[in-house]
């Protein structure tokens, strides 16, 4: 690491600045929500910020009839579908606590952005329907947080309409990813029988008035071994069959540890319902005890006094009435001060931060000071991009951010010449942002902007934004591309490169070499025609 000159203010921090960002850093706690569309993510998120103090009543998001858009969905769009397709930051406070939640799209179109999100996560909630189990979209994720080491707590949802039995998602849970799943509560019925749960830990048992679920109200709490005589009208069957499960899972063994949910070995289970709040506030609670605070996951050494940070996300025109951008960082370590003196690693080159915001939904909050775990807004000057590392005194360099092979390809152009300006700067903004990849014919020097994306939906949000914000209408003509390999050769091998049929030799919008093809056939064509190149199907981007 190499040292820079920095201003006096802030050569040297004082031991009270190191034990105040120590003590900042340990009551926080940056996690994501990962589940497949539909499953309750949003309806989480909302439920959570309600028991956070953070809005009133809570509104759950059932498409574009419904009275009440969800909070944490600023895009217009994304109000009108009833999804969510852009990653959100909020924060709240909870028994003490900061919690920065990440709510990052479900929808498989948008997976990229969830990916990278992911990076600014110390922990991820798994939302699973119990009516349908664990689905595409959740496993993939999951995938994701195994690969990178990230603890999952999962979070069983919609207990209170007819699904499987918890018994069969338990089971779900641990064939399907091999981890091994540690129920915290255990669901007192289910669909219209659905009384409330049972603390595991105590053997308490929580009922709810499902008339007031839209608002935070506390659970009605008696023994277990009272409950037939304080509530007469849950029916014995009902308590025996329930009881005959926990059994079952005692019997099973399994006891939490933390050093094991840590590391990725096991994870705890809470059933609930984000809709009606039932075991929001429980599992809030088991939540704070287990989701490590930042930097603690893969500490070898004590935090960094010094800021750095990296940028895992771009935005522009997040508030129509502001038209800028916002880059958004997670603090890694140190303390962030408004007006600091950085460095982007990247270019080495020094700015100042002059403007930074906390971000909820549409709502900006002016900040001075962030520590790590913290997800703050800078308005983006231009000269940031996606997985940037800014720092302070020493130089640091995070790890790179995914780029995924792409699965549609299409030339998107302006159908209005007098908005071609408009256009050029839209789609150039939205590039940096990461919404959409874009790739050059390597052999000519017409530079056609053949845009790619994981989803065909994201095309849709890049037209929609050229349009609204931009006012710039187009046209979309596909190509037949499906796939990308990335490769690094050298100049002769290059030259010498032989190309199934279909495939093209492209650049990619960082000048990196690439192959378009068009089948799964083609990929292995191009291997088995070039054993001396090594194709990737995913780039990590790096920093310097």
Not at 44 to 57: P, Q, R
Not at 167 to 190: A, H, Y
Not at 473 to 483: A, D, E, I, N
Request: hydrophobic letters at 40%; one cysteine or more.
């Amino acid at each position: 690491m190499s040292t820079l000159p920095t201003r006096p203010a802030t050569a040297a921090k004082s031991a009270s600045s190191i034990a105040e960002i120590e003590t900042q850093r340990l009551r926080r706690r940056t996690f994501a929500i990962i589940s497949h569309p539909d499953a309750g993510k949003t309806t989480l998120t909302e439920k959570l910020l309600l028991f956070g103090n953070s809005i009133e009543i809570a509104g759950a998001v059932r498409g574009r009839k419904s009275e009440r858009t969800a909070k944490s969905d600023w895009m217009e769009m994304e109000q009108e579908r009833g999804i969510s397709v852009s990653s959100t930051a909020l924060t709240f406070e909870f028994a003490g606590a900061q919690i920065n939640l990440l709510d990052t799209p479900g929808h498989h179109d948008f997976s990229e952005d969830t990916y990278r999100t992911l990076m600014a996560a110390d922990a991820a909630v798994m939302v699973i329907d119990l009516a349908k189990g664990i689905e595409a979209q959740t496993e993939k994720l999951f995938r994701v947080c195994a690969l990178r080491k990230i603890p999952v707590l999962t979070f069983v949802n919609k207990v209170d309409r007819r699904g499987r039995s918890p018994l069969e998602i338990i089971d779900e849970i641990e064939r399907k990813f091999s981890i091994e799943p540690v129920p915290q509560n255990w669901p007192l019925g289910s669909g219209e029988d659905f009384r409330g749960f049972i603390d595991l830990h105590d053997d308490s048992v929580h009922l709810f008035d499902e008339h007031r679920a839209n608002r935070r109200i506390s659970s009605k709490v008696v023994s277990w071994s009272d409950l037939e005589t304080v509530e007469p009208a849950i029916s014995s069957d009902l308590v025996d069959a329930t009881g005959e499960e926990v059994e079952l899972v005692r019997m099973a063994g399994a006891s939490l540890e933390q050093s094991q949910f840590l590391s990725g070995a096991q994870t705890p289970v809470f059933f609930g319902s984000a809709l009606t709040n039932f075991g929001i506030e429980h599992f809030l609670h088991g939540f704070l005890k287990l989701c490590p605070p930042p930097g603690s996951r893969n500490a070898t050494e004590p935090p960094s006094p010094n800021f750095s940070g990296f940028i895992f996300k771009i935005q522009a025109n997040l508030d129509p009435r502001h038209r800028d951008r916002v880059a958004f960082l997670r603090v890694c370590s140190g303390m962030f001060e408004r007006d600091m003196e950085v460095t982007i690693a990247r270019s080495m080159k020094k700015i100042r931060l002059a403007r930074a915001f906390r971000i909820f939904g549409q709502d900006r909050q002016t900040i001075d000071e962030a520590y790590p775990g913290d997800i703050i807004g800078l308005v983006c000057p231009g000269e940031f991009r996606l997985g940037d590392t800014l720092c302070q005194n020493e130089i640091v360099h995070q790890e790179g951010l995914p780029q995924f092979s792409p699965e549609f390809f299409a030339v998107l152009d302006c159908t209005d010449t007098a908005r071609r300006k408009q256009f050029d700067r839209g789609l150039k903004q939205l590039i940096e942002e990461g919404a959409i990849q874009v790739f050059h014919d390597a052999h000519t020097k017409r530079r056609e902007n053949l845009l790619a994306a994981v989803g065909e939906l994201q095309f849709d949000v890049v037209r929609y934004r050229l349009e609204s914000e931009y006012n710039a209408p187009t046209s979309l003509s596909w190509r037949p591309y499906k796939l990308v390999r990335w490769f690094n050769a050298t100049p002769e091998q290059k030259a010498n490169i032989r190309l199934p049929y279909s495939g093209k030799l492209a650049l990619d919008q960082f000048g990196h070499d690439a192959v378009l093809l068009q089948s799964e056939w083609d990929v292995k064509a191009l291997h088995r025609a070039n054993p001396d190149i090594q194709f990737q199907e995913m780039r990590v981007a790096t920093s310097h």
